[in-house]
């Protein structure tokens, strides 16, 4: 290296709008978090996979057993599994978008210590967003990948349309993710993050998860239809089976809209998040 | 150092400097500059204040008020764009224990958009700059602090950046690895890379810096080369003398006009003098007797405790 002069001491401003939170950089982010998947233990990357199996093995055999066959989307008569099979999968995509956008965020930011490092870099803030989404929904789209496997090798897929299941869980998670960092910046503390599992557990209950909206009474179906997972299980439930109707449009545009506002919410709390 | 220092180009320009949290003023109105090419300190004891000011450079942490310039740019609107020319050696070591050695120097290079080609080659460079070839492929948790330490300066340095933030950077070192490290700074140095470096070991601050500023409490106390600074705040040597710790304090009335201030501690009473052998003599003509006595000359450590008390600071 040859002697810094006083020339070489003078930045031009970069004038792009946002520059200050984001450098375009983002690969860099996802670039270290597929080296740290190669250099991990891939029994750490494939365990969030079983969760949803578990349940459809579980619920679907189980309970399936008693319950007999049930009526899907469009009025097509199907057994329970493949009823709660695809809601099953929404439902895995909430979970690991929420758990990598909140627990994995407030970890890093607090204890890891990671986002320090990388604020010290040319990178900014949305960078780092965008490059843990990317990899929270890369995560999402492995397990979604093996969760239809899982479907298919049990005979629960019957139309092409079914394939369909792996990007729109990309989309749900997605649409979670967008949330969930700008509601970590909020936090301060571990016992405030129980806020978030006092919010998601409810929503997974009753979000027709596992039976259909039409047993509430009318005043708590509006409430449900409300919830971004409800819109998440309808949507699978339809494209599980290829039968779509207008309300198709409906969820797929609640997920456009929530993934817009999501981000816009999330670029607006950068600052709140890693600059305090 | 400093005569030329004046010359060159202002790199580093704080105004009225302040960072509240709630209603506490971690900083208070601080300002100063830094030319192109100085090794410039910020001392205080713990909570002063001093790694807020840096994160503030850095613009990691946004100020509450005030204005800050880092070679043209304000680091708060063009973050990303300062960064890409500082060095960060933080406080507490933040490695990326989830990957190893080796690459961790070469991630961090591509946080800075450089080409993993060119990263590859610079980071063995700095694996021996650091001393550490022979660790490239481990984890990070098997390393020593000192190693650690090692290998958050190499980081700090793969951008090849014209100012290096250094926040207490041997702090938790033994005496050999922060000779090693000194050593590593002169070099910088004399590459005319800016060095801003917080510390609260005196002699590291005497070694490294031309110019520092002793901050307590958010706010400057004292501002000057080591040397000027022992001058102003301190006399040329320091005598200290001990007569057993229960008759310190009462022996201490009778050494007046022994120096140009006397200081009692528990342990010992401090004389300080413009000439230790010449005040010892005078004590021993008024017939005291220390058990021990020992003249040295004045430190930064005795300006620093000066100025911001011998209270012990949570």
């Not at chain 1, 066959?69 to 439902?91: D, R």
């Not at chain 2, 984890?139 to 926040?167: E, F, H, Q, Y």
């Not at chain 2, 501002?223 to 310190?248: K, M, W």
């Not at chain 2, 000439?275 to 003509?285: H, T, Y």
């Amino acid at each position: 290296m040859s002697f810094l002069t006083d020339e070489d001491y003078v930045l031009a401003a970069d004038r792009r709008p946002l520059s200050a939170l984001y450098a375009r950089n983002a690969k860099a982010v996802i670039e270290r978090g597929f080296q740290v998947i190669r250099s991990q233990n891939w029994i750490i990357l494939v365990s969030g996979f079983f969760e949803p199996v578990f349940y459809l093995l579980s619920m679907g055999i189980g309970l399936g057993n008693l319950v007999g066959a049930v009526e899907g989307p469009g009025g097509a008569t199907i057994s329970y599994a493949a009823y709660i099979a695809p809601a099953l999968l929404a439902v895995s995509a909430m979970n690991g978008a929420i758990y990598d956008s909140t627990w994995n965020i407030f970890f890093k930011m607090h204890f890891g210590k990671l986002y320090q490092s990388m604020l010290y870099t040319s990178l900014g803030p949305f960078d780092i967003a965008l490059g843990e989404i990317f990899m929270a929904l890369f995560r999402g789209f492995l397990y979604a990948l093996g969760f239809t496997g899982v479907m298919a090798v049990m005979g629960l897929i019957t139309t092409p349309w079914a394939l369909l299941l792996v990007p729109t869980s990309v989309m749900v998670a997605f649409g979670f993710a967008s949330f969930g960092m700008a509601i970590t910046s909020y936090m301060k503390t571990f016992q405030q993050m129980d806020i978030i599992t006092f919010v998601m557990l409810p929503m997974f209950l009753f979000s027709a998860t596992f039976y259909p909206l039409s047993v509430y009474p009318l005043p708590i179906q509006w409430m449900v239809e409300v919830f971004p997972l409800w819109h998440g299980v309808e949507l699978m439930r339809e494209i599980s089976i290829g039968s779509f109707s207008s309300a198709t449009w409906v969820h797929l545009a609640y997920y456009v809209v929530m993934i817009l506002v999501g981000m816009l919410f999330t670029t607006r709390r950068l600052r709140a998040l890693f600059l305090r | 150092m400093a005569g030329d220092a004046e010359l060159r180009r202002t790199v580093i320009s704080a105004r009225d400097l302040v960072k509240t949290y709630g209603d506490f003023n971690a900083v208070d109105g601080i300002s100063f500059d830094v030319p192109a090419g100085e090794s410039f300190g910020l001392l205080g004891p713990n909570g002063a204040g001093k790694s807020t000011t840096m994160r503030m450079i850095g613009g990691v942490t946004q100020r509450t008020s005030g204005r800050l310039d880092i070679m043209g740019l304000d680091p708060e609107s063009q973050g990303p764009e300062v960064r890409a020319h500082l060095g960060v050696v933080p406080q507490q070591d933040n490695l990326d224990e989830e990957l190893r050695v080796r690459d961790n120097l070469i991630v961090y290079g591509r946080y800075f958009g450089l080409p993993r080609a060119y990263l590859m080659r610079r980071a063995d460079e700095l694996l021996a700059f650091a001393q550490l070839e022979d660790k490239a492929k481990a984890r990070v948790d098997s390393l020593s602090g000192g190693m650690k330490r090692r290998l958050t300066i190499a980081r700090s340095l793969i951008n090849d950046p014209k100012i290096l933030l250094l926040d207490e950077p041997t702090t938790g070192l033994d005496p050999q690895a922060r000779h090693v490290l000194w050593d590593r700074l002169f070099r910088l140095k004399e590459q005319g890379v800016t060095l801003v470096l917080t510390t609260h070991y005196m002699d590291e601050a005497e070694q490294l810096c031309d110019r520092l500023i002793v901050v307590d409490k958010g706010k400057i106390m004292a501002e000057g080369s080591p040397a000027a600074l022992i001058r102003e705040h301190s006399s040329r040597e320091v005598l200290e003398v001990r007569f057993g710790t229960d008759r310190n304090a009462a022996v201490a009335p009778r050494l007046d006009g022994a120096g140009d201030r006397i200081e009692v501690l528990p342990d010992r009473v401090l004389v300080y003098t413009e000439d230790g052998e010449g005040s010892l003599e005078q004590i021993r003509a008024r017939g005291l007797h220390p058990i021990t006595s020992l003249v040295r000359r004045a430190s930064l450590e005795d300006v620093f405790l000066r100025l911001t008390g011998r209270s012990l600071v949570e």
